[in-house]
């Protein structure tokens, strides 16, 4: 939807295919024109999320770590469940607590 005139933008779902495991609820996201036709969404990078699944905290250097979105990022082992943080959504990693 657009934020300013509140009208529905319809997209391809192989358009947003990339980019759809990191939108979560809510997350204002760029589309991309082209006469007329919407070409590639793009969504905020960095973008803070909430960790909803992992081990607890291990001394090994990196765990897998589910978040809000539902996208998959390796974090170091001292964060935990709760916790927010802040990921690249280009890159798809791990950069600092939030």
Same mark, same amino acid.
């Given at each position: 939807?657009?934020? #300013?005139?509140?009208?529905?933008?319809?997209?391809?779902?192989?358009?947003? #295919?990339?980019? @759809?495991?990191?939108? $979560? =609820? +809510?997350? #204002?996201?760029?589309?991309?024109?082209?006469? +007329?036709?919407?070409?590639?969404?793009?969504?905020?990078?960095?973008?803070?999320? !909430?960790?909803? =699944?992992?081990?607890?905290?291990? @001394?090994?250097?990196?765990?897998? $770590?589910?978040?809000?979105? +539902? $996208?998959?990022?390796?974090?170091?082992?001292?964060? !935990?469940? +709760?916790?927010?943080?802040?990921?690249?959504?280009?890159?798809?990693?791990?950069?600092?607590? $939030?």
């Amino acid at each position: 939807m657009d934020s #300013e005139s509140f009208e529905v933008v319809m997209v391809d779902s192989k358009i947003v #295919e990339d980019q @759809k495991k990191w939108i $979560a =609820e +809510g997350m #204002e996201c760029d589309l991309i024109f082209f006469k +007329g036709e919407v070409i590639e969404v793009r969504t905020p990078s960095p973008y803070v999320y !909430e960790i909803v =699944e992992t081990e607890p905290n291990v @001394k090994q250097d990196f765990k897998p $770590a589910v978040l809000d979105c +539902g $996208a998959t990022v390796n974090v170091p082992g001292f964060v !935990e469940q +709760g916790s927010k943080i802040k990921v690249d959504t280009e890159k798809g990693e791990y950069l600092e607590r $939030a």
